[in-house]
């Protein structure tokens, strides 16, 4: 399930020359779809035009679906201009290690339904990704990896955020901070198709090889085939 995120009146953040992150990421989530696609993965989508869709719906469409992995497609914004390059989250249930990103991540998702059902659905969210922590860990690591070596980036790890729209996944879940659309050469290049293409092989390679680290793995085990 690919979440671009914001949309409708939410635009998230925007570059220095106007591109909007709502814009910006509803193109990589194409993109990334079809190189996923052809890989031969089925992609299905949070939402495919310009409309807002409440955080707490987006992870609930990927538990209905009952899709393998759910991957919300974010533009960075930061203070210093020079801050360049993918950061890969995976949930916190604690504290992260970015406020500001979180803040404005979150910001679109209002407060949480107040009902004492929705109260118990909420705790019920929170176990759901909880169980799949270290599974999102792994797949944060596979494809930030792969986005170093297409920004030439060496040592940037993965970081760990209470992003509302990764709390409600039944399944492994990242949030990718894809470039900062605040740094305006990267901006530049989110407008190119070539670039955008380029990001999705990226995701789509990590992709690929946390299947092939993991559920590969686990198929055999439950086949119990015999080595
Ligand atoms: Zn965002």
Same mark, same amino acid.
């Given at each position: 399930m690919l979440d671009a995120g914001h949309g409708g009146d939410d635009w998230g953040a925007h570059g220095p *020359?106007? $591109? *909007?992150e709502k814009t910006a990421a509803l193109e990589i989530a194409r993109a990334v779809g079809a190189k996923l696609e052809a890989a031969g993965f089925e992609a299905a989508y949070t939402?495919?035009?310009?409309t807002f869709i409440p955080l707490w719906d987006r992870a609930s469409a990927a538990n209905a679906k009952g899709s393998d992995l759910f991957l919300s497609l974010h533009l960075n914004a930061a203070r210093a201009k020079s801050a360049r390059g993918s950061e890969v989250f995976f949930l916190s $249930?604690? *504290?992260? @290690? @970015?406020d500001e990103v979180v803040a404005v991540e979150n !910001?679109? !998702?209002? #407060? !949480?339904?107040? #009902?004492p059902d929705s109260v118990v659905a909420s705790i019920l969210d929170d176990l759901a990704q909880k169980a799949f922590l270290k599974d999102s860990e792994q797949l944060a690591v596979t494809i930030q990896g792969q986005l170093n070596r297409l920004a030439g980036i060496k040592e940037r790890g993965v970081k760990q955020a209470p992003f509302v729209v990764l709390r409600g996944a039944a399944m492994p879940a990242v949030l990718v901070?894809? !470039?900062?659309?605040?740094?305006p050469k990267e901006e530049a290049k989110l407008k190119d198709p070539a670039f955008r293409a380029k990001v999705a092989e990226a995701i789509t390679l990590g992709v690929r090889r946390y299947f092939a680290a993991t559920n590969g793995a686990v198929r055999r085990r439950q086949v119990g085939g015999p080595d």
């Amino acid at each position: 399930m690919l979440d671009a995120g914001h949309g409708g009146d939410d635009w998230g953040a925007h570059g220095p *020359k106007g $591109l *909007k992150e709502k814009t910006a990421a509803l193109e990589i989530a194409r993109a990334v779809g079809a190189k996923l696609e052809a890989a031969g993965f089925e992609a299905a989508y949070t939402r495919e035009d310009d409309t807002f869709i409440p955080l707490w719906d987006r992870a609930s469409a990927a538990n209905a679906k009952g899709s393998d992995l759910f991957l919300s497609l974010h533009l960075n914004a930061a203070r210093a201009k020079s801050a360049r390059g993918s950061e890969v989250f995976f949930l916190s $249930l604690g *504290k992260g @290690d @970015d406020d500001e990103v979180v803040a404005v991540e979150n !910001a679109g !998702a209002g #407060s !949480a339904p107040g #009902s004492p059902d929705s109260v118990v659905a909420s705790i019920l969210d929170d176990l759901a990704q909880k169980a799949f922590l270290k599974d999102s860990e792994q797949l944060a690591v596979t494809i930030q990896g792969q986005l170093n070596r297409l920004a030439g980036i060496k040592e940037r790890g993965v970081k760990q955020a209470p992003f509302v729209v990764l709390r409600g996944a039944a399944m492994p879940a990242v949030l990718v901070e894809v !470039a900062f659309i605040s740094n305006p050469k990267e901006e530049a290049k989110l407008k190119d198709p070539a670039f955008r293409a380029k990001v999705a092989e990226a995701i789509t390679l990590g992709v690929r090889r946390y299947f092939a680290a993991t559920n590969g793995a686990v198929r055999r085990r439950q086949v119990g085939g015999p080595d």
